[in-house]
């Protein structure tokens, strides 16, 4: 069955239909393995340019049949060929006989045999390289008498004085012994895997191996019983040496009563107390200071240069808020409570951003600590990767556990801080599983002072993860799973592949994956398929979420490893970079960075950026220089100077994630890879209590109700389908009906809409708004016929809380391809009595991006840098499959855009749930509301996904847009990766992202203001209309205030303002036409807002009681207003872009 050719094993169904396509016959076929029934088989046959599926199930006694229309009498086969031969004929229920089988491509020849250095890829070999540090060419029989030496020199008083103690055990003799017989264990180890190996090729099926025959066959071999029984012989002395010297010892304490000088015995360290942390700062623009954290004490005091005494000691419950300015890296400002009714602020600038960042997470460390919190609402998460060369570790790794080398690293002030949560993921670790958990733990002990405690470890050969926590999080991890995956030759060795583990930390979820790809310079697709097959194999996570893709199952997933992409650059020109540390031209080139840039591979995977130099391939022993030739039988191959290791992340929307350094080492060298290390600060939800005991009645409960939903897959499939909800806060998974409405004229790909009749009304197990907000909807699109999926997505309940339905737009995923886009209409009704929310601990540090003229001052979220994506162009010649103008909502796209997209700012669920907000003009003011509780992603590259932040480019009015501008004036908010209309490389794109930029357009009728003037078509299409997503950028919490007027000008600059300015308005309505408002002139009226003067100073409820019931309507009148003075405002809102 499986050397069929048509059989092409685990492939997708997007891959299989593609294969079809390309065949372009009726009647060609092929056969895969079903993805929705384990064991079964999928039949996929092209008929009229449409992909059929049929499901082939074994039965009870492993007969084979297919699920064909009703009427056909199922037919029984034992093989899969047999029963391709039978429909191969006519009138078996079949859309038209198998007619041209599709074959698989030939799996390629040449895989990675060897190692990266040239060593054979084996099973774990555990034998010491003792050759390779620092010239050393002591051998083993010299390294084991030093050992014994330096323990009766140096240790056995220790141990004699433990004795004395009352302490039994010989803790540095047992030390001593493991590091001596550490070649013997790693030798033994090496040979038992191999023996294993080999046992199983001759084994029988019935019964295992016969004690009678393995002794026969020690007997009647010299060798093999001389090697066991010095194996028995090392057995004995290892279990009784350690009696004997026990014995000795006490013999030689109660007999001789001896009295031996008094040596220090070595207790286990008590946890260390923060130091007090002192920065020296300028505030002002002469006057220095410094700053005295104490964490302990939850103090922080500002003392003057010369001055004794502190002028101001600041305790933590004290301190509001801190605000980063993003145009000066190394400002902050401090904003606490002097008394119950005054608040001021302090501008304090250090002497660089590093030392910035140390003192803000020394304040939020100590916010932590003195919280009153039972479950913390943030952990620190250490990620480090490293491949080991086959090499024993140095002795101390202190710069890589404490994140210090080169890149953006810790400072020393917090660098001794331990995590809540390591993860070490490494390849070619030639030590043993239990050595290196050890050596691991007991390394931290020695720089934290902590006895951490074992999560989990996963092994594949020589590829390793093992995961760390804090003493005090142990009984917060739960549900642990581990998986491996090998993609060494023909998928079966385990030289390369995978390791990952998962657990919940209370409620939320953590997925970690340690891989290492296939090397070489020339194998980018080959890497790019180990990727495929590892996401597909990993088994990890919710068993019930095991058909979603794996990168959505978790609330943060971390990737990292060798993953092993290279540079396509030239020797010489690489290396005068990295001289230079022009590492951008490097990043250029870099092949992982170029397949993200394709949607090859980690598709919305996050990282930062990279500011340390390639971490491969160096000369052992020092940092100095690479080597790049290796030298091998079959002549000299080239390893250029690359990026090969790598930590990446995924997490869901609106969640927080923040990246505090990323980096590598510089003084660990005993391999020719330099340890990688990565610090996050996460966001994490606790198991929640509600206040209140759910109510009887409908309105005292929550519920989640869906208006109408629009999903374009690409397939060549005509199926019915049906959407699955999954939830943690839904008892039991629910699904829809059957769509409403379908259309295939775009071949290729499958229109489907389901109405508000066809979608369930979900109702969540707990109602109150805190629980809520941190809540995701996972949903899958599948067919009726198969129960395949043809696509996930994930959709965060926090932007869809309110009263009138949200719409939201995102992609559709499956297997880490990008298979499709939904988009919908929906909304979260939250009971009145609980809506009571809390701020969280990570959401009081905001950010400003530049200083204003203002006299109060706002915040608003980072500038961000830009990020790489696939290249912006134009698509490729049009072709029955991939045209992407077909790829439509509403048919033959307009390019013609008569003004560029409003873009508002971003939501806030407050509005709609929560009456009594008052929001005011101070950072200072705690606003008590739904947005204070929200949780926003750090992650860069979400920010600049969205449409919600504009590009540089503008559009003039009346022009026609190319379509690399519609592009970037509209797309799902669930964020593509920015395009760069620069880039270079590979020109594709796919027809999904094109049509969703020609698609999005709603007809509305121009209004009064706009820039439609007479002269102009009245059916051209009008204003794009924004609206939120459920992936759309992080929210605006009630600690950054209102938006301020650099953020306004900002948008302008962007073209979001399309008209003139035209004529001077004279009263509240004429001001409000210039922005298309007028439709609120009435409410605004009846409620006494008639005056330009006091307009000025209306609130966010003033605008909510005066009808103003649209919250991006409230905050666009907001917007303008705060950046008008009372003289402009008489002349009406600014709506030309700023030059």
């Keep these: 069955m499986t050397a069929a050719s048509w059989y092409h094993r685990d492939i997708s169904r997007v891959v299989a239909e593609d294969l079809l396509a390309k065949a372009g016959k009726d009647g060609c076929f092929l056969v895969r393995d079903s993805e929705s029934v384990s064991g079964a088989y999928a039949l996929c046959l092209l008929f009229q340019r449409h992909v059929h599926t049929y499901r082939i199930l074994p039965d009870e006694e492993g007969l084979l049949s297919v699920q064909t229309i009703q009427g056909i009498q199922a037919k029984c086969f034992r093989t899969l060929t047999d029963l391709i031969g039978a429909y191969q004929q006519p009138n078996n229920g079949l859309v038209i006989p198998l007619l041209y089988p599709v074959n698989r491509a030939r799996e390629p020849v040449d895989e990675d045999s060897d190692g990266e250095d040239g060593r054979a890829s084996h099973p774990p070999s555990l034998v010491p390289h003792s050759g390779n540090i620092a010239g050393s060419t002591s051998g083993p029989a010299s390294d084991f008498m030093g050992f014994m030496a330096e323990y009766l020199s140096h240790h056995l008083q220790l141990d004699l004085e433990a004795l004395r103690n009352g302490n039994l055990q010989l803790k540095h003799l047992s030390t001593a012994l493991v590091t001596a017989c550490r070649g013997l264990h790693s030798e033994i180890d090496f040979t038992l895997a191999g023996l294993e190996t080999l046992a199983k090729v001759f084994d029988p099926p019935a019964s295992p191996r016969s004690p009678v025959r ?55 360290p008590a946890a260390k107390p923060m130091a007090v942390q002192n920065f020296e700062v300028k505030v002002g623009k002469t006057q220095r200071a410094s700053l005295t954290v104490d964490v302990e004490s939850g103090t922080m005091a500002i003392t003057k240069r010369g001055c004794s005494s502190p002028e101001e000691t600041i305790s933590q419950d004290k301190i509001l808020q801190l605000i980063k300015y993003q145009s000066m890296q190394s400002k902050v400002r401090l904003v606490y409570d002097r008394d119950q009714h005054r608040s001021l602020t302090r501008d304090f600038i250090f002497q660089n951003a590093r030392k910035r960042e140390a003192f803000c997470q020394l304040l939020q460390l100590m916010k932590i600590q003195h919280s009153n919190l039972d479950e913390p609402d943030l952990i620190s998460v250490y990620v480090g990767t490293w491949n080991m060369g086959s090499a024993p570790p140095p002795r101390s790794m202190a710069s890589w556990l404490t994140s210090r080398g080169l890149g953006r690293t810790q400072d020393e002030t917090t660098a001794g801080i331990p995590h809540d949560i390591y993860v070490i993921g490494t390849q070619e670790n030639s030590l043993g599983d239990r050595e290196w958990v050890e050596f691991l733990r007991a390394s931290l002990k020695t720089l934290m002072s902590i006895d951490f405690r074992v999560v989990a470890l996963q092994c594949l050969w020589s590829i390793k993860i093992v995961v760390l926590v804090k003493p005090e999080h142990e009984c917060r991890i739960s549900h642990v799973n581990t998986s491996s995956v090998k993609t060494g030759i023909a998928n079966t060795l385990g030289n390369k592949g ?515 003037g007479p002269s102009q078509p009245e059916g051209r299409k009008n204003l794009l209309r924004h609206t939120r997503s459920a992936l759309e950028p992080p929210q605006q919490s009630c600690w950054e205030g209102a938006r301020s007027q650099r953020d306004t000008r900002r948008l302008n600059r962007a073209g979001e303002w399309p008209c003139g300015s035209g004529d001077h308005p004279r009263s509240v309505g004429r001001w409000l036409s210039r922005l298309g408002l007028e439709q609120y002139e009435a409410g605004l009226y009846e409620n006494g807002w008639d005056d330009l003067e006091f307009f000025r100073n209306i609130t966010d409820q003033d605008l909510l009681d005066a009808g103003v019931l649209s919250p991006t309507h409230r905050k666009l009148i907001q917007a303008k207003l705060h950046e008008s003075s009372p003289r402009s405002l008489q002349q009406g809102p600014s709506l030309k872009p700023n030059p």
């Design 214 to 268: 393995e002794q026969g066959l020690l007997a009647s071999d010299p060798d093999l019983e001389l090697l066991l029984s010095k194996i028995s012989t090392v057995n004995h002395l290892l279990s009784s040496l350690e009696k004997k010297v026990l014995k000795t010892l006490q013999e030689t304490v109660t007999k001789h009563k001896l009295a031996l000088p008094s040596v220090a015995v070595a207790h286990p």
């Design 498 to 1012: 995978a390791v990952g583990v998962s657990f919940l930390f209370n409620g939320t979820s953590f997925g970690f994956v340690n891989c290492h790809l296939a090397s070489g310079s020339e194998k980018t697709h080959r890497r790019n398929q180990n990727y495929s097959d590892i996401l597909r194999s990993l088994v990890l996570g919710d068993k019930r979420l095991s058909s979603f893709d794996l990168t959505l199952r978790f609330t943060h997933l971390f990737w990292f490893g060798d993953l092993n992409y290279r540079l396509d650059m030239e020797v010489q020109d690489i290396l005068a970079h990295v001289n230079k540390k022009e590492f951008e031209a490097l990043l250029a080139v870099d092949q992982l960075t170029l397949e993200r840039e394709k949607n090859k591979v980690f598709l919305r995977f996050s990282e930062e950026d990279i500011s340390f130099p390639p971490t491969y391939r160096y000369e052992r022993g020092s940092r100095d220089s690479y080597v790049w030739q290796k030298f091998k039988t079959t002549g000299v191959r080239i390893n250029v100077p690359s990026w090969c290791d790598r930590i990446l992340w995924k997490s869901r929307p609106e969640t927080h994630v923040l990246c505090n350094s990323y980096g590598c080492t510089d003084d660990i060298v005993t391999s020719d890879h330099s340890p990688v290390f990565a610090t996050f600060e996460v966001g994490v939800t606790s198991q929640f209590v509600p206040r209140k005991a759910p109510g009887s009645s409908p309105e005292s409960l929550a519920c989640i109700e869906w208006d109408s939903i629009e999903v374009i897959v690409k397939t060549a499939s005509r199926s019915k389908c049906y959407i699955e909800f999954h939830s943690y806060c839904l008892e039991e998974s629910q699904r829809s009906g059957e769509n409403s409405s379908q259309s295939s004229d775009i071949p290729g790909f499958l229109k489907l809409s389901w109405s508000a009749k066809q979608l369930p009304v979900l109702s969540p197990i707990l109602s109150d708004l805190e629980y809520l907000l941190d809540q995701h909807l996972l949903l899958s699109i599948k067919g009726m016929d198969s129960c395949e999926s043809y696509g996930e997505c994930c959709i965060a309940m926090r932007s869809m809380i309110g009263s009138l339905a949200q719409q939201f737009e995102t992609f559709l995923f499956h297997r880490g391809e990008e298979t499709g886009s939904m988009r919908g209409w929906m909304k979260v009704r939250v009971p009145k009595d609980r809506r009571s929310t809390r701020e969280r601990l990570y959401e009081w540090i905001s950010f400003e991006t530049d200083e204003t003229e203002s006299d109060f001052p706002t915040l608003s979220k980072p500038t961000l840098r830009a990020v790489r994506s696939r290249p912006l162009s134009l698509p490729d010649a049009a072709s029955s499959y991939t045209n992407p103008a077909y790829f439509i909502f509403e048919g033959v796209p307009n390019t013609w855009a008569q003004c560029p997209s409003l873009s508002e700012p971003p939501y806030s669920p407050a509005s709609d749930t929560q009456a009594d907000r008052h929001p005011g003009h101070s950072p200072c003011r705690r606003l008590q509301s739904l947005t204070g509780a929200q949780a926003y992603s750090s992650s860069k590259e979400q920010l600049q996904r969205s449409p919600h932040y504009p590009v540089s480019e503008t559009t003039s009015c009346g022009h026609q847009l190319s379509l690399s501008q519609i592009g970037r004036h509209k797309r799902p908010k669930s964020a593509i990766l920015t395009r760069d209309p620069q880039t270079s490389g590979d020109c594709s794109l796919t027809a999904l992202h094109m049509a969703w930029c020609l698609s999005d357009v709603d007809t509305e009728p121009p209004k009064r203001g706009s820039c439609l």
